[in-house]
């Protein structure tokens, strides 16, 4: 499969500030394939190491401070001299050994010719706690789902070489439009997680990819019944199973009573913490002005939890494929269009994207902010793309950019441009 940050990891070996790389991201989203992947293609050799795997691991990180050492243990545990550039290591379930996390303080300061990356699941959990990693001597790198486009890539390689060539203000021709908008379609069924994809591309088969988007769930929600930290399990769990009540509702801010009538903020932010900080839920916050810079206009207490895959949010709300592929409207649709775009651009701007609501009545599904540029992105799930909100918004704010995402065709009127849904990923080197 194509996966994008396999470019982002070559960025990083060929980096003079490199530093030991720390990968962060939700449980089967490819980290560990990734990971031996760009051994397979840039090193001349790759040393795994998984401290799930192999407990006796512990006791050399246990023991030892000096990175040289270290590599010199790891090295005989192989039965083959560790390189410096030339090889690639890779502590995998690395939270199960605190020390071999902090050992790459070490490493960065004493050894850091020594190419490292690390993962783990539930790492991020574990990242958000400064002490608990050495902050400052790591570069971090986020792995999510795969994304549209690496999708296009591995399911229809001849329709990705057309997706590819697209271009800014490019007539996309009819057949390719239709066929776009298939695969975008399918996109919604089967989502970004790579045992899924990759079954469909072998397999074809509906009922397979429901049986891992069920398995996915289920391995989620005993992540969280074996979570023994100080957040309570349980609260996670309820957070977790009222995304799709949250979405359906008419306005999609964050509502506490949802989970339980009387729930307070307090009894549940720590849990809702602990889901985004394990990729597991992604949080878009309001803000009360779409100005620069729009972090500085966050509210805090208003916010949308988003399923950090398309798919199996799909697959938790219980949507029909009948229902995705037929054109038809149903309760979830807005909501699940929304997932897949958010999910397609929060990866491209250094600002994570935010939402607006200007009046009770009025709402701008996403902002972004590209340099000093604020871009309102309205988000339609079919053909049917009157917007209220979004028309008094261009008349108020006048903005060099507007996006809106719909089914229709690829085309720039006199105020926004017209984005078929296919082209999210592409959004920003197309404006």
Known sequence: MKRNAIEQLLQWKNSKDRKPLVL?????????????EFGRLCYDDTFYFNFDEEDDLKSIFENNKNPHRIIELLGLIKEKKILPEKHLIIFDEVQECSEALNSLKYFCEKANEYHIISAGSLLGTLLAKPKSYPVGKVNLLNIAPMTFDEFLAASDEGLFSYYSSIEKGQKIEEIFHYRLLDAYNNYLIIGGMPECVKSWITNKDPAEINKIQQELIELYENDFSKHNGKVNSGRILMVFRSLVTQL????????????????????????????VSAGMVLRIYNVS????PLKAYEQLNHFKLFMFDVGLMKHMAAVSNEAVLLK??????????????????????????????PTPNDEIDFI???GMDIIPIEVKSGESVSSTSFKNYLK????????????????????????????????????
Not at 24 to 36: D, N, S
Not at 248 to 274: D, H, L, P, Q
Not at 332 to 352: C, M, P
Not at 418 to 424: I, R, S
């Open 24 to 36: 962060k991201g939700a449980r089967q989203v490819g980290k560990t394939w990734l990971m031996e």
């Open 289 to 292: 002005k779409p100005e620069h």
């Open 368 to 370: 972004v902010q590209n």
């Open 328 to 357: 038809s409207d149903y309760q979830f649709k807005g909501a699940l269009t929304e997932n897949y775009v958010l999910q397609q651009i929060r990866s491209l701007y250094d600002t994570e994207p935010k939402y607006y609501t």
């Open 396 to 431: 108020a704010h006048k903005p060099e950019y507007a996006v809106r995402f719909s089914k229709l065709k690829y085309e720039t009127t006199d105020s926004f441009i017209n984005m078929p849904l296919y082209l999210a990923n592409k959004m920003k080197s197309l404006l």
């Open 248 to 275: 359906s509702k008419n306005n999609e801010k964050f509502v506490y009573g949802c989970m339980r009538e009387g729930a307070r903020a307090r009894e549940f932010e720590e849990a809702i913490e602990w889901l």
